[in-house]
């Protein structure tokens, strides 16, 4: 036989013996860890804000069972609490309403994401705190306690308040995000009285030296503050997503020349951006608002999470919402798979996959992309090196060689995942069929000899 014959031949063997799957897409909102839709002051399943109102006041005890919810499925509780329901005498913090809280989110299936504010106007500066000497910058009349900033003493009990809570809960297991709250009402900066940078800044660098292993979220109203925080490394977060009133209009007026002037426009690539809802969903819709455009907005500004107060979506803005849902965060979907189909025991074997985030954002946390050996309830695993929190939407390439598992010979069924690194289960609901009830998605047959 011609010697360019036999090497087609060997070729064409070497070939049939790889596997290459194309995984079917789904089209299915997908609830994955740290995206999504927001519960506010309350976790999945309790009962909902009624009309156009919410509360500021984080829960402080047990919510009111509720009957049937329609609200997405979230994975992110956010709650709030003012300094005066925390510490009402100085020294004797309630650590307990957080901890509560980060239980029940954990029995719900859910994350806590949190803000400590100092104050608003319904809800003063802890009388304690009034009275300890501290200066403030109104006169005595005015119908609220505004504080120096300044002022040593804030910086002291504010900060001995937000150190203790980094020492206490940074780097929880349930804890997804913190806000970086200091100056203003709702320590957002809507104030009369704000001070000059460098005291924002120490008030901000208290956060990053309190809560060195959590993500941390920069308020939006500081431009300096804002593009000092998030220089340092936190996303950030707006809290009137969606107002589109004639005369002056964040969403047109603001949050646009903002992001731009500062510089944030990439913050996403590395952190977060979440957003709150100016009112509520059925305010824009009383108000004619385009819920085409300000979701269009969010998505174009690579947003991960919001927060809708809790609030009922219109069934008129159901199918816009859940459109959204499918493209905020992250949406990871593998498109192509190659592999040998027979392989040596504990030798190496060449794998390749095509990856598509097919979101607006990456994960943020270090997923661990692993490929499994099953046969019957046993299988093995084997770690992929890739490092998730850098897949941008687009494509993502990972070619690897394999240390294959010593097994016996047998034929195995190859499976991959999303591992959470702490737990070693899959955690991302992948956008393809094949998932599994372990959470496991099956690729094809593998043989070992």
Same mark, same amino acid.
């Given at each position: ?84 329901? #925390? ?8 650590? *307990? ?27 003063? #500066? ?5 009275? +300890? ?19 040593? #003493? ?29 100056? $203003? ?19 901000? *660098? ?14 939006? *109203? ?9 220089? %340092? ?10 107002? #589109? ?15 731009? %002037? ?33 979701? $269009? ?13 809790? +609030? ?28 040998? $189909? ?45 490092d998730v929190r850098k897949w941008l939407p687009g494509d993502t390439v990972v070619e690897e060689d394999i240390n294959v598992p010593r097994l016996k010979t047998a034929e195995y069924r190859l499976r991959v995942a999303l591992l959470d690194p702490r737990t070693r ?10 998932? +599994? ?7 094809? +047959?593998?043989?070992?000899?």
């Amino acid at each position: 036989m011609p010697k360019i014959v036999t090497f087609l031949l060997f070729a064409s063997a070497a070939a049939a013996q790889t596997v290459v799957v194309h995984p079917k897409l789904i089209h299915d909102v997908l609830v994955n860890p740290g995206m999504g839709i927001q519960t506010f002051q309350r976790f999945n399943g309790d009962a909902l804000n009624s009309a156009l109102k919410w509360s500021e006041e984080g829960p402080t005890g047990p919510l009111a069972a509720a009957g049937a919810v329609n609200f997405p499925a979230s994975t992110i509780a956010y709650c709030r609490w003012f300094w005066e329901t #925390l510490e009402p005498e100085q020294g004797r913090v309630r650590w *307990d309403i957080i901890e509560n809280a980060l239980a029940e989110a954990h029995r719900h299936g859910q994350a806590l994401a949190i803000r400590l504010m100092p104050y608003d106007q319904k809800h003063p #500066l802890p009388v304690w705190y009034q009275k +300890s000497g501290a200066k403030r910058t109104n006169a005595g009349g005015a119908p609220i306690w505004e504080p120096d900033f300044s002022d040593p #003493l804030y910086l002291k009990y504010w900060g001995d308040l937000v150190k203790e809570a980094g020492r206490r809960f940074d780097g929880h297991p349930d804890l997804d995000t913190v806000d970086i709250s200091s100056v $203003g009402y709702w320590g957002e900066g809507w104030s009369d009285y704000m001070p000059a940078f460098p005291y924002q800044k120490k008030l901000i *660098d208290i956060w990053f030296d309190a809560f060195p292993a959590t993500r941390l979220l920069m308020n939006f *109203d500081e431009p300096q503050a804002l593009a000092y925080g998030t220089g %340092r490394g936190a996303g950030w977060r707006l809290d009137c997503l969606g107002d #589109l009133r004639p005369k002056w209009a964040h969403m047109r007026d603001f949050y646009p020349e903002q992001i731009a %002037r500062t510089g944030i426009q990439d913050v996403w690539k590395h952190s977060p951006v979440s957003l709150e809802t100016c009112w509520v969903p059925t305010y824009w819709k009383e108000q004619g608002w385009d819920v085409h455009y300000i979701l $269009g907005e969010a998505l174009r500004w690579h947003v991960t999470s919001v927060n809708v107060k809790s +609030s009922a979506i219109p069934p008129e803005f159901a199918a816009a919402f859940e459109d959204f849902e499918r493209k905020m965060g992250y949406r990871l979907e593998l498109r192509r798979i190659e592999y040998p $189909g027979s392989v040596r025991s504990g030798s190496a074997a060449p794998v390749k996959m095509w990856w598509v985030n097919s979101g607006v954002a990456p994960p943020y946390r270090p997923y661990v992309l692993t490929l499994a050996f099953a046969s019957g309830d046993e299988q093995e695993t084997v770690d992929v090196p890739a490092d998730v929190r850098k897949w941008l939407p687009g494509d993502t390439v990972v070619e690897e060689d394999i240390n294959v598992p010593r097994l016996k010979t047998a034929e195995y069924r190859l499976r991959v995942a999303l591992l959470d690194p702490r737990t070693r289960k899959p955690a991302i609901r992948l956008g393809i069929e094949g998932r +599994s009830q372990d959470g496991w998605y099956d690729l094809g +047959s593998i043989s070992l000899r």
